[in-house]
């Protein structure tokens, strides 16, 4: 008999520190059989339901994470950058919460729609908009849309059927020192003008000039996975001077600025993460300085969490296939699931926990390295973790903080269709999406 066999009590106390708060959601604990649950759900009856790979996202989670955005800043406008997660129940939840919803495609738009969300509360955006997108985004009636090149301006002009509000996308050459594939706020990069530029200058006269545009704002974007606010304090100043050139000179008072999204969000046990109470405050001030220095009348904040809202929402399950001990080498316990469902780790070499989920194991640990079943060396799960030297094949393993762009970067590579998504709430899962079938892929190979 066991020491927990004879003190039941002790359990939670134990167990508790292998879930860090941080990464996990909110109503993440261990049952009476020692089992992880997640909005009240076993993660192993999930698994055994619904098989794996499998994405679980946490309704309540999703909804709390929007809820600590309008708290801290109840004055802007919070809109959920889609492109991290779109389904018509995460469309749903955000948009009741208060949220608008940033799309950037006509896919992602069409969701959105068929969620019910109000066009007026629509944003586009995107570097390469087809001249399709932009005449399905006007004919729906969405708020505003990001312009991002002299193209845009044109076809957007020609194809509004009534006056359209957009925004000017510029880029305030603030380099936040990220992986190169995600700093969008400096000058060499696709996105928007550089700040001051002739190209700049040119993209506001013609806009201006257009009797069919409204030049309601500006817009940028600093990156991804930022957690020192003053980046945000610096962008508030630099366009907030912009903005006061422009009413100078064309006598136009721009109401909104859009700050973008990139908040960090922690993807492992110590990882940095952004503080909203201090972006709050930062950007508060910048605001008061800049519009004071300025003589600028205070604009509408927008805000364009994404990552912030689902990541830590999302935990993803997988089988283990076979561990393979290697002599002189690592130790790799093989999943079925891969870079398919998570292709984060070889994009940008992104780093995550894993646990055993249908046990909570007691006795030693090795490193080992979960890697994926497909076709690829690269095909890493999560490297250099700690899990039970007992783990054995057919056990459940899962990795928290995976919300965000999991599904949207999916794929079908080597033929295998993508995971489905299992909302949790209160004791109750439900299926988003259904997991993609070989029948799914012949029905658009049309011979």
């Known amino acids: 008999m066991t020491l927990l066999e004879i003190f039941p009590s002790l359990r939670s106390g134990m167990m508790s520190p292998r879930l860090d708060a941080t990464v996990w959601p909110?109503?993440?604990?261990?049952?009476?059989?020692?089992?992880?649950?997640?909005?009240?759900?076993?993660?192993?009856?999930?698994?055994?339901?619904?098989?794996?790979?499998t994405y679980v996202l946490d309704e309540t989670e999703v909804r709390r994470r929007c809820q600590l955005y309008r708290k801290y800043f109840r004055d802007a406008e919070i809109i959920y950058a889609a492109k991290a997660l779109l389904t018509k129940s995460v469309a749903s939840w955000v948009s009741q919460e208060g949220l608008s919803v940033d799309?950037?495609?006509?896919?992602?738009?069409?969701?959105?729609?068929?969620?019910?969300?109000?066009?007026?509360?629509?944003?586009?955006?995107?570097?390469?908009?087809?001249?399709?997108?932009?005449?399905?985004?006007?004919?729906?009636?969405?708020?505003?849309?990001?312009?991002?090149?002299?193209?845009?301006?044109?076809?957007?002009?020609?194809?509004?059927?009534?006056?359209?509000?957009?925004?000017?996308?510029?880029?305030?050459?603030?380099?936040?020192?990220?992986?190169?594939?995600?700093?969008?706020?400096?000058?060499?990069q696709k996105f928007g003008f550089p700040l001051g530029s002739a190209a700049a200058i040119e993209a506001i006269d013609r806009v201006i000039r257009q009797p069919m545009l409204e030049l309601v704002g500006f817009?940028?974007?600093?990156?991804?996975?930022?957690?020192?606010?003053?980046y945000y304090g610096e962008a508030v100043r630099r366009l907030i001077a912009e903005m006061a050139r422009v009413e100078r000179e064309y006598g136009i008072t721009l109401p909104q600025l859009d700050l973008g999204g990139g908040h960090a969000v922690a993807y492992r046990c110590g990882d940095s993460e952004m503080n909203l109470a201090e972006l709050a405050d930062i950007v508060e001030d910048a605001l008061d300085a800049a519009c004071a220095l300025n003589h600028f009348a205070r604009p509408r904040i927008s805000l364009e969490p994404g990552r912030a809202i689902v990541a830590r929402a999302g935990v993803t399950l997988y089988r283990v296939m076979t561990v393979k001990h290697i002599e002189g080498g690592r130790t790799f316990v093989i999943a079925d699931g891969g870079m398919n469902d998570n292709p984060r780790v070889a994009l940008y070499g992104a780093r995550y926990e894993a646990v055993v989920a249908n046990r909570h194991p007691t006795g030693p640990h090795m490193t080992a390295t979960v890697a994926g079943r497909y076709c690829e060396a690269g095909d890493i799960l999560a490297a250099d973790v700690s899990l039970p030297a007992d783990l054995r094949p057919g056990e459940v393993l899962?990795?928290?903080?995976?919300?965000?762009?999991?599904?949207?970067?999916?794929?079908?590579?080597?033929?295998?269709?993508?995971?489905?998504?299992?909302?949790?709430?209160?004791?109750?899962?439900?299926?988003l999406v259904r997991r993609e079938t070989p029948a799914d892929m012949l029905v658009r190979d049309l011979g």
């Not at 997640?38 to 098989?51: F, N, P, S």
């Not at 109000?118 to 586009?124: C, S, Y």
């Not at 817009?219 to 003053?230: E, F, N, T, V, Y």
Request: with cysteine; aromatic share 4%.
């Open 103 to 188: 799309v950037c495609s006509a896919g992602e738009l069409a969701v959105a729609l068929a969620a019910g969300v109000d066009p007026a509360r629509i944003v586009l955006h995107g570097s390469g908009k087809p001249f399709s997108e932009l005449e399905a985004a006007v004919n729906a009636g969405v708020g505003r849309i990001v312009i991002d090149s002299l193209t845009e301006v044109t076809l957007l002009a020609a194809v509004a059927p009534r006056r359209q509000q957009v925004l000017l996308r510029l880029s305030p050459d603030i380099d936040v020192h990220g992986h190169p594939a995600v700093r969008t706020g400096v000058i060499d």
């Open 26 to 53: 909110c109503e993440t604990h261990y049952d009476d059989l020692s089992r992880i649950t997640v909005g009240g759900v076993a993660l192993a009856d999930i698994a055994d339901q619904y098989g794996t790979p």
């Open 398 to 431: 899962a990795i928290p903080c995976t919300g965000a762009y999991h599904h949207s970067l999916a794929s079908s590579y080597n033929g295998v269709g993508r995971p489905p998504i299992i909302s949790v709430r209160d004791g109750r899962c439900s299926e």
């Open 219 to 230: 817009h940028c974007h600093l990156g991804s996975q930022i957690h020192d606010p003053d």
